[in-house]
């Protein structure tokens, strides 16, 4: 690691590796891809009562996980499939081994062990405080208040010269708590910010003296929280359902259907049923982690104004901007949001060793719709110049249970699409309507 005194992050006991208590249920499940094209909710329907979730849907594709006392049944339908994972189980034990830290001075950068493995909430939380403290000058540990559990939603906010103040670049991660791969990911976009500055790296200087970056890495740590120790596949966040619920068994709310925007616009858009993975909750801003972080983004907005919002999520390679709440509705900006994805998208590709490409558009257009995400809604009320939701890799075989060897190249390539995507926000480099979708 590059930044403050240059620390090693090591396991205890000299490098060895502490795995994870998840209690897992899905040892023998299995993961796959299913080719729907456009029959996706004919095949939903065939599938009710074998698939226990449903990871993704996007590309004309469907993956589901079938249990082992489904699988006959499954295999019965004679689907289009690609097997993704033989049995779940053993990748979230093989992907959820985790590295606890100590602290040691390290000599050589290129052995920064931290991008290598996953690791412990706490770990991350200690991480982030070295961080700032390392920039101490030119950041603060900021929160947008308390989580259902009463976890600090945290996050730092840098500057450049001149001081705090300027168009707000706003990051935030780890919504839904699956999704592992998003919190290196923004650790790692900071951390290159910090050190390239320190540096005096005249781009990097350049991207902290034009805008304050908030940088919000975890949104949902209860949800992480949980997912590291029982439910790896957990998304939601921890709140309990409604006390006049059917069943009281369903936890969790999807913070990202909870946005006042578009709430309850569509109803494919999000579900009213406390037991469905995108929850929209009973009001709009009902989740203490959306309450504190639209305060944050109005604040943002009436004080400074926000230049770029990205949510950062996994999987699928996508890059979407708003509307979300309706396939055919383009937002003015969609031209120049359409065109600078496309920067992105190249300069990732041409970073990747595997060309990994990315598909680009409005987000009801190109996924699903989804309705009361934070997309829209900090476009819409935020008034966000760019706003993005960018889902990460893979989309290969692993989804949501990517090995630790794929943590650092994801990481990698991303910061290379940031640093296109930042030195582009202020140029006139939009000349006309482009096409509103595209994968590059």
């Given at each position: 690691?590059r930044?403050?005194l240059?620390?090693?992050?090591l ?7 502490i ?5 897992t249920p ?16 004919t095949?939903?329907k065939?599938l009710a009562g ?5 990871w ?6 469907l993956?589901?996980?079938?249990p ?5 049944a499954?295999e ?16 979230i ?16 950068d290129?052995?920064?062990p931290?991008?290598?493995?996953y ?6 939380v200690a ?7 390392s920039?101490?000058n ?7 208040g308390?989580s259902?559990e ?8 840098l ?5 705090p ?6 990051y935030?991660?780890t919504v ?14 900071a ?9 005096g ?6 991207f902290l ?7 919000f890495?975890?949104?949902?740590p ?9 439910e790896?596949l957990w998304?939601?966040n ?13 936890y ?6 909870n946005?006042?925007?578009n709430?309850?616009?569509d ?10 993975q ?7 801003r ?14 943002i ?7 770029l919002?990205?949510d950062w999520h ?10 979300g709440h ?6 003015p900006?969609l031209?120049?949001w359409?065109?600078?994805a496309?920067?992105m ?9 595997n ?10 257009a ?6 009361g995400?934070?997309v829209?809604?900090i ?11 960018i889902e ?8 949501f249970?990517?090995?630790?060897e ?6 990698e ?12 926000l202020d ?7 482009g096409?509103?979708i595209?994968t590059?």
């Amino acid at each position: 690691m590059r930044f403050g005194l240059n620390l090693l992050w090591l396991s205890l006991a000299a490098g060895a590796t502490i795995r994870s208590p998840i209690a897992t249920p899905h040892d023998g499940s299995r993961v796959y891809r299913v080719k729907a094209g456009r029959s996706i909710a004919t095949v939903h329907k065939r599938l009710a009562g074998i698939a226990s979730d449903y990871w993704d849907q996007a590309h004309g594709n469907l993956d589901v996980v079938i249990p082992r006392d489904q699988i006959h049944a499954f295999e019965a339908l004679e689907l289009n499939t690609r097997l993704l994972h033989s049995d779940l189980g053993e990748s979230i034990a093989k992907e959820s081994a985790v590295k606890r830290k100590s602290w040691k001075r390290q000599a050589n950068d290129s052995q920064d062990p931290w991008f290598d493995s996953y690791h412990p909430y706490d770990d991350h939380v200690a991480w982030w405080h070295e961080l700032q403290g390392s920039f101490a000058n030119q950041s603060n540990w900021t929160s947008s208040g308390k989580s259902y559990e009463g976890r600090d939603i945290f996050g730092v906010h840098l500057w450049g010269a001149g001081g705090p103040g300027k168009p707000a670049v706003l990051y935030h991660g780890t919504v839904h708590a699956r999704e592992w791969i998003v919190a290196p990911t923004v650790e790692y976009v900071a951390q290159q910010l910090v050190q390239g500055y320190k540096d005096g790296d005249n781009v990097t200087k350049a991207f902290l003296d034009t805008y304050d970056f908030y940088i919000f890495p975890f949104v949902n740590p209860d949800g992480f929280v949980f997912s590291q120790t029982n439910e790896r596949l957990w998304r939601k966040n921890r709140q309990p359902p409604p006390s006049n619920a059917l069943n009281q068994t369903c936890y969790g709310r999807d913070i990202n259907r909870n946005w006042e925007t578009n709430w309850d616009a569509d109803p494919r858009g999000a579900s009213p049923n406390p037991c469905s993975q995108t929850y929209r909750g009973v009001v709009p801003r009902d989740t203490p982690e959306n309450a504190g972080l639209d305060d944050l983004v109005r604040r943002i907005r009436d004080s400074q104004g926000i230049k770029l919002f990205i949510d950062w999520h996994s999987y699928s390679q996508l890059i979407l901007s708003p509307f979300g709440h309706k396939e055919t509705l383009y937002a003015p900006e969609l031209g120049k949001w359409t065109k600078a994805a496309a920067l992105m998208s190249e300069a990732i590709r041409a970073e990747s060793s595997n060309g990994t490409t990315f598909t680009f558009g409005p987000s009801g257009a190109v996924l699903y719709p989804t309705t009361g995400s934070s997309v829209d809604h900090i476009y819409t009320i935020g008034r966000a110049e760019f706003s993005y939701t960018i889902e990460l890799p893979d989309y290969g075989d692993f989804g949501f249970v990517l090995p630790p060897e794929r943590i650092r190249p994801t990481v990698e390539e991303q910061w290379v699409g940031q640093q296109v995507l930042l030195s582009i926000l202020d140029e006139d480099f939009f000349d006309g309507e482009g096409p509103a979708i595209l994968t590059l």
